[in-house]
């Protein structure tokens, strides 16, 4: 049973506009979520988390929203550039005293110039 | 650069073959962990150390053994290796508790097996 899942497997945009990436969890044990980037070749790269007891983290050009009722997190890229061109994946960490990560499929991001 | 080294970054295995996939990190981490990524599949969890003399199973164990040989390195080994284990392996680290910045990844070994 897949608990972090990433219903959109590509999402395309334009250059200077907003790009959105969702993330669906089941688990409510997660109590960490975040969002890490990976260029083809290359391992993921950490990008933002958010602790869920907040509903809102935001770094530069990227903020992450939680909503806890909904299960539900997103990715906001503000404007979007054609280098943020990438697979962006969701993760989340069960509370307690393990420090494992669960990983969703991912999503293609492409920000056409 | 200080990070997570992997070695090798590519191989070919015949089937029944063994091998060992090194990983390396230099920041002092305490806990460690190795990923396997499959298309349509992402990331997922095969073995983990907590903390040096420790490992656990994660969610795809079967087939591999690891050894934490110190804080620094964490080894994941193919006894007899199967085309299903034809997948890009990624070796991470983070501080553990601080998790909110995080695991560091290496770039991958990508393993063939034939």
């Known amino acids: 049973d897949q608990q972090v899942k990433q219903n959109s497997p590509s999402l395309s945009v334009q250059e200077g506009r907003i790009s959105i990436l969702n993330c669906d969890y089941t688990n409510s044990m997660f109590d960490y979520f975040l969002w890490y980037k990976k260029y083809p070749a290359e391992g993921p790269t950490f990008l933002i988390s958010i602790s869920s007891i907040k509903d809102k983290n935001e770094d530069g050009r990227f903020t992450v929203f939680l909503n806890k009722s909904a299960k539900h997190l997103s990715l906001h890229i503000v404007p979007s550039q054609p280098g943020d061109s990438a697979v962006y994946f969701c993760?989340?960490?069960?509370?307690?005293?393990?420090?494992?990560?669960?990983f969703g499929k991912g999503t293609l991001l492409t920000v056409n110039p | 650069n200080a990070g997570v080294t992997q070695t090798p970054k590519f191989q070919v295995l015949k089937t029944g073959q063994s091998m060992t996939l090194q990983c390396a990190q230099d920041?002092?981490?305490?806990?460690m962990y190795w990923y396997r990524q499959d298309p349509g599949m992402g990331l997922r969890l095969i073995y983990y150390?907590?903390?040096?003399?420790?490992?656990d199973k994660g969610e795809v164990p079967n087939g591999y053994n690891v050894s934490r040989l110190n804080k620094r390195e964490f080894s994941l080994r193919l006894e007899s290796a199967a085309p299903s284990q034809t997948s890009v392996y990624f070796c991470?680290?983070?501080?553990?508790?601080?998790?909110?910045?995080?695991?560091?990844f290496g770039s991958g070994t990508r393993l063939t097996v034939v």
């Open positions: 991470a680290s983070s501080e553990g508790v601080g998790i909110q910045r995080g695991y560091t």
């Open positions: 920041m002092n981490h305490n806990s």
């Open positions: 993760a989340a960490r069960s509370g307690g005293s393990n420090y494992k990560l669960t």
């Open positions: 150390s907590a903390s040096e003399g420790t490992t």
